[in-house]
């Protein structure tokens, strides 16, 4: 019997070369007229980068937003913890970097498992997002002369990696938030602060509003709308430990799943190899250390399985710099899936350090003794201060002791070229989709495509569902919105009344 494809899973990918795909579909999407935009309502349920950029750029076009925070401020989103970088193929470094480059790399690092089309389109876009950027005033880190400044990553044999510090996710955020926030000021995007979103209302089989809680009066609340941005991040925390934040607890893309969006490679875990190990019952959560102190930290483990001595007394001649022996190429920049597992090969073998014997040494001694500590300090010193207030040790004396955990997920929501899900009028951005990083996500592709689906994306193809379909009046009165409501509240007295004995952790 011959095979169909799913109405459902219509990808609406343009045909034709790889990389005029993007120009060619952005030129046959359906216009919103400017005179117009302003009769539509959107929401956008997250306010990280991807959020946060949405809303801004929406709101600026000229359509009606309203934005949801489960924090008390968008500040606080989980985009805040991102340290090391964003990848753009700008190739200043004149090192052979190209858009395909980085295209191609992704693609490679992804186990060739993410969609070519939506990879290349990212990687176009990359160049424009450290520009926009640069103009919202975001203090990229720049060479003596003044021109912004690069580092490697894993996974790449160029420099592309734009950065701040260790802190390049909070600068991002803090940029994305004050466009946002000038929109707000101008009242045309409205903020709710310190809410959850409980339900998607879906009405004549479109999505058409959320039901949200208040989460400091408890309140349940309506809000109708013409499409539905999710901008929620990913779900790491189905994990016991994981680096993400404990409010990243992908509560409204299940609920969205619940409602009919299909869910997409939700195997496809990132095991980050940079983290801060284990250190007793009590944590959690993990604390994640750049993946770019892997540009000038060596990681190794003692030769001799069980050995007991401490970092200094351990000669060169019988350390093991695994990563730099087994791949020569990238040496300690492998791409994460590739450094995770060696590191827990080599403790399984025996030959982990520490009081746990889980964790393996990020080195930085040959940095310090050829670029001086001052260096050293001015390209990772806040990084090397938390993992000092964490662990009690002096990374500048002593070696990191590091362990891969839990911190990404490259599956998400199932979401088709103009990012909209199963649901129609719902849109997934960020790593809240699946779409873009295959079975492994690169280092510095996170802020990456945060920032391209909100700045660039979002922008062109919501045209294509609001000037493409027929939309009835609907507001927070119509019966979805009570039936929803009604779905959520006994859901929540449920769980109030439990009168269990034990906690969720025991």
């Not at 952005?26 to 950029?53: E, I, Y």
Request: proline letters at 4%; hydrophobic letters at 40%; charged letters at 20%.
């Amino acid at each position: 019997m011959p095979q169909t494809a799913s109405p459902k899973l219509d990808s609406k990918c343009p045909s034709g070369p790889i990389d005029a795909q993007w120009t060619r579909h952005k030129f046959d999407l359906k216009l919103v007229n400017p005179a117009n935009r302003r009769k539509f309502h959107v929401l956008v349920v997250g306010t990280g980068l991807a959020g946060a950029s949405a809303a801004a750029s929406l709101a600026e076009l000229g359509y009606r937003v309203s934005a949801f925070c489960i924090h008390g401020s968008p500040r606080r989103a989980h985009s805040i913890a991102a340290q090391g970088g964003i990848n753009a193929a700008k190739n200043y470094q004149n090192d052979g970097d190209s858009v395909h480059r980085l295209f191609y790399d992704t693609v490679k690092g992804g186990d060739f498992r993410a969609r070519e089309s939506n990879v290349h389109r990212l990687a176009e876009i990359s160049v424009d997002i450290i520009d926009q950027c640069v103009a919202l005033g975001v203090p990229f880190a720049r060479e003596y002369g003044g021109t912004l400044a690069n580092r490697s990553f894993g996974g790449a044999q160029v420099s592309r990696t734009f950065y701040a510090r260790g802190q390049t996710g909070q600068q991002l955020l803090l940029g994305a938030y004050s466009a946002m926030m000038r929109q707000v000021g101008l009242k045309k995007c409205a903020l709710y602060a310190n809410r959850e979103m409980l339900e998607l209302v879906v009405v004549d089989g479109i999505a058409r509003g959320i039901i949200c809680r208040n989460l400091v009066t408890g309140e349940l609340e309506r809000h109708a709308a013409d499409a539905v941005l999710l901008c929620t991040g990913g779900y790491g925390n189905v994990f016991y430990l994981s680096t993400n934040a404990k409010a990243s607890n992908v509560t409204a893309a299940w609920r969205a799943h619940r409602r009919g969006a299909l869910f997409a490679n939700p195997c496809f875990t990132q095991i980050h190899p940079t983290c801060i190990p284990v250190s007793g019952h009590y944590q959690s959560k993990l604390t994640l250390m750049s993946e770019s102190l892997r540009n000038d930290g060596r990681v190794w483990v003692p030769q001799t399985k069980g050995d007991a001595r401490g970092p200094a007394e351990i000669p060169n001649a019988e350390r093991d710099y695994y990563l730099e022996r087994k791949y020569p190429s990238f040496g300690n920049l492998v791409p994460r899936d590739v450094a995770s597992r060696a590191a827990k090969q080599q403790c399984d073998e025996g030959r982990g350090v520490g009081a746990t014997k889980m964790a393996v040494y990020l080195d930085f001694r040959d940095a310090i003794a050829r670029d001086g500590a001052a260096t050293i300090r001015q390209k990772y010193g806040n990084l090397f201060q938390m993992y000092e207030k964490i662990t009690g040790e002096d990374p500048y004396s002593v070696p990191m002791r590091i362990f891969p955990a839990v911190h990404y997920t490259m599956g998400g929501l199932w979401v088709d070229y103009n990012l909209e899900s199963t649901v129609p009028g719902l849109f997934v951005l960020g790593e809240a989709n699946f779409s873009d990083h295959g079975a492994n996500r690169l280092g510095a592709s996170a802020l990456m495509q945060g920032l391209a689906d909100g700045y660039f994306i979002i922008p062109a193809t919501i045209a294509s569902h609001i000037a493409g379909r027929k939309f009835q009046p609907v507001d927070a009165q119509h019966a979805a919105f009570g039936e929803a409501e009604q779905t959520a509240r006994a859901r929540l007295d449920q769980m109030l009344n439990l009168r269990g004995k034990r906690s969720a952790d025991s």
